[in-house]
T-cell receptor
Framework: GQNIDQPTEMTATEGAIVQINCTYQ??????LFWYQQHAGEAPTFLSY????GLEEKGRFSSFLSRSKGYSYLLLKELQMKDSASYLC?????????????FGTGTRLTVIP | GAVVSQHPSWVICKSGTSVKIECRSL??????MFWYRQFPKQSLMLMAT?????????EQGVEKDKFLINHASLTLSTLTVTSAHPEDSSFYIC???????????????FGPGTRLTVT
């Protein structure tokens, strides 16, 4: 099975940096994804990690440590539009279809 | 970029009726599509994996006779909620895997979702 944990809510100030952590336990790890989801909308892809280390894409970076079952999403220079839920998802090759399993999501509120 | 559409975007139906939701990959072929359900302030829960030309694979706890899935072509999967009840009210989201980009990390693309309200 899969066990994915994230903080439920976070608040940060516009212009600041915020780190959203995700821990996971899965039997057939085959990659970790971060998605952004605004209320009432579908998730949009942010980043993908399958090897240990940091992946940087503009204001967003994602880190993975497979040995620790740990990832974080780093958001820099926060903007008001970054207020959204951030979903950590793990792909599991043992499910046969490389299914994605999602954490509960972290609701980020950016304040002025 | 790869686009996935869903229809309808929202639907209200009476208890006991059936509702069909369509998921289409518009500019790529998808042998595999996924159906998720999301309740308010909760994350996405995988309901089933839809496979073109074969039966869907359902996750534990999801009633296959209640949530009928048909994946008749490489660009279309449908989810039919049969005999809907108020507790089925939720946000249903599909995603499609681009068959031509298998193995690449982010090959799963999400539709915009369908909000179902059962009265």
């Amino acid at each position: 099975g899969q066990n994915i944990d994230q903080p439920t809510e976070m608040t940060a100030t516009e212009g600041a940096i915020v780190q959203i952590n995700c821990t996971y336990q899965t039997s057939g790890f085959n990659g970790l994804f971060w998605y952004q989801q605004h209320a009432g909308e579908a998730p949009t892809f942010l980043s993908y990690n399958v090897l240990d280390g940091l992946e940087e894409k503009g204001r967003f970076s994602s880190f993975l440590s497979r040995s620790k079952g740990y990832s974080y999403l780093l958001l820099k220079e926060l903007q008001m539009k970054d207020s959204a839920s951030y979903l950590c998802a793990v792909r599991d090759f043992q499910t046969g279809a490389n299914n994605l399993f999602f954490g509960t999501g972290t609701r980020l509120t950016v304040i002025p | 970029g790869a686009v996935v559409s869903q229809h309808p975007s929202w639907v209200i139906c009476k208890s006991g009726t059936s509702v069909k939701i369509e998921c289409r990959s518009l500019d790529f072929q998808a042998t595999t599509m996924f159906w998720y359900r999301q309740f308010p302030k909760q994350s996405l829960m995988l309901m089933a994996t839809s496979n073109e030309g074969s039966k869907a694979t359902y996750e534990q706890g999801v009633e296959k006779d209640k949530f009928l899935i048909n994946h008749a072509s490489l660009t279309l999967s449908t989810l039919t909620v049969t005999s809907a009840h108020p507790e089925d009210s939720s946000f249903y989201i599909c995603s499609a895997r681009d068959s031509g980009r298998a193995g690449i990390g982010y090959e799963q693309y999400f539709g915009p979702g369908t909000r179902l309200t059962v009265t």
